[in-house]
């Protein structure tokens, strides 16, 4: 058993034999209104239920944690990965640093049990469970920590450890984050971040992933770009793709695209202007156009060739891009 598994267990047993003993003892008070005895007794069976749910939960995640898994320096990548991401309270326990290192000594065997971990959903009857103990005031039964939770989030960091050398990983993060099944769920977001963290390999999925419309996440998408360039790495070729979705039919979506790219122009206007200004001269699409233009009255600073390109797009033979340039000069002045 790890993570503390033994302890959880015995806590739970201990739970579920004090719901037993009391129950018994309420059962033995005489005297008592046989409505108070009820309603004991009641309390006492959902207490019971609640807790033998949670015990399930933790033997079942004690079974599957017995498959193998990589090691190194007689520690399991599982506890590696928690104590990448655990606070540091003593000098005597490996390092973040440590344990960063021991992950990319386990390099691309650690690639295939993070990217199952990374797709943990606390399951349904837990959440159950867990409002049903607050109800009948049994938080005491409820785990403190569900250490499934906890390696799941360490296993999106473990991407960022890993970096270029998980690129094989990205078809596989490919699907999750384009799957509409993932909309609002963990590890959807945890996929964009394991994309994220991968490195320059992922922009071009990352970009696939916000023009397709049926793809859940996709203001996370942009979001995750603008860190991307935030961190230095080259984006231009997502440029297209956030242009493209600040014009989206669904409004978090467009939003968040429009204020991601105006924040990496920002960044970077001598890497990320150009590729705006090439749109009047290549898209056929009005809308596309129309976009470039607002995007570019937006951003605090033009360079001179992208004042040029909104100056011409005056004469652009659209005249809904026209009078989007319009408003882009007013808008800056």
């Known amino acids: 058993m790890r993570f503390g598994d033994e302890i959880r267990v015995g806590r739970l047993v201990s739970a579920l034999r004090r719901c037993h003993v009391l129950r018994a003892n309420t059962g033995a008070k005489s005297g008592q209104p046989h409505q108070d005895h009820s309603r004991a007794g009641r309390k006492l069976r959902c207490g019971a239920l609640v807790g033998a749910g949670f015990l399930f939960l933790a033997v079942s995640a004690i079974a599957l944690r017995r498959a193998p898994e990589p090691s190194y320096a007689g520690r399991s990548l599982s506890e590696w990965l928690l104590l990448l991401q ?112 991968i490195g320059q390999e992922s922009v071009p999925t990352l970009s696939s992933a916000l023009l397709n419309p049926e793809a859940p996440n996709r203001w996370l998408v942009a979001a995750r770009i603008r860190e991307m360039a935030r961190a230095g790495l080259d984006v231009s070729l997502a440029i297209p793709a956030l242009l493209k979705c600040s014009q989206d039919r669904n409004v978090s979506a467009a939003k968040a695209a429009k204020n991601e790219l105006i924040s990496i122009a920002s960044l970077h206007p001598e890497e990320v202007l150009p590729p705006i200004g090439r749109v009047f001269e290549t898209a056929d699409d009005w809308e596309l156009r129309v976009a470039a233009a607002l995007i570019l009255g937006e951003v605090p600073t033009l360079t001179p060739d992208a004042e040029r390109t909104l100056l011409g797009a005056l004469t652009d033979p659209d005249v809904r891009v026209r009078s989007a340039a319009t408003n882009a000069f007013r808008a800056r002045r």
């Open 86 to 197: 655990a606070p540091q309270f003593s000098n005597a326990a490996p390092s973040k640093t440590e344990a960063a290192d021991a992950i990319r000594h386990i390099g691309t065997d650690a690639i295939p049990p993070v990217l199952a971990w990374i797709q943990y959903e606390i399951p349904g009857w837990k959440k159950l469970a867990t409002r049903l103990a607050f109800r009948m005031r049994l938080q005491r039964l409820i785990p403190h920590h569900d250490s499934q939770l906890e390696r799941a989030e360490a296993a999106e960091q473990a991407f960022g450890v890993l970096g270029t050398s998980a690129a094989s990983a990205i078809p596989r993060l490919s699907e999750m984050i384009k799957d509409p099944k993932r909309e609002g769920t963990r590890s959807g977001r945890r996929a964009v971040g394991a994309l994220s963290r």
